[in-house]
């Protein structure tokens, strides 16, 4: 029985705790869920709300300089260049990972082609002088990956590339 009363009140707890719905809430969650074609479209969703994209994980190329101005440099230019595409709408989502290994950040390319994709990379100047190199992959994702660009301009107090 002692074994038992832990056991139970750990339940009755999780139990009291979990959320509980109305009526009215449990509508206003299927309402918000109802497939909105005109958004679909301007998202370019299919019929299962996914798209296709291109993905670029960014590695440590084989030229990095050691210099800390010239690294500076690089990476305003780097990141100008981010901004630039995604002012134009082809890079809809980009960052770095943490850490300080070889693979040093990921683009999101709303291009269909890996051909595409390769072009707008080759315009990064760490690209071009070796400092970083892209692995480039086809993906199908969410169809509202694209409106990030819109969203983040919401949320950015400071553009990190200024």
């Known amino acids: 029985m002692k074994k038992l009363l832990p056991i139970l009140i750990l339940g009755i ?6 959320p509980v719905m109305n009526e009215n809430q449990e509508n206003n969650v299927l309402a918000e869920t109802v497939y909105d074609s005109v958004l679909a479209q301007k998202y ?3 019929q299962y709300g996914m798209k296709p994209f291109v993905v670029a994980f960014l590695k440590r190329g084989p030229n990095r300089s050691k210099d800390s101005t010239e690294i500076a440099r690089l990476q305003k230019a780097h990141l100008e260049n981010i901004n630039r595409l995604a002012e134009e709408g082809t890079l809809v989502l980009a960052g770095p990972f943490f850490g300080d290994g070889d693979l040093r950040g990921i683009y999101v390319f709303d291009v269909s082609s890996i051909e595409e994709a390769k072009k707008l990379t080759e315009t990064d100047p760490a690209i071009q002088t070796g400092s970083l190199v892209m692995e480039l992959h086809k993906w199908y994702g969410s169809a509202a990956v694209t409106a990030i660009p819109e969203l983040h301009k919401k949320l950015e107090q400071v553009n990190v590339a200024e």
């Open 13 to 18: 707890y999780t139990w009291s705790c979990s």
């Open 44 to 46: 370019g969703a299919d």
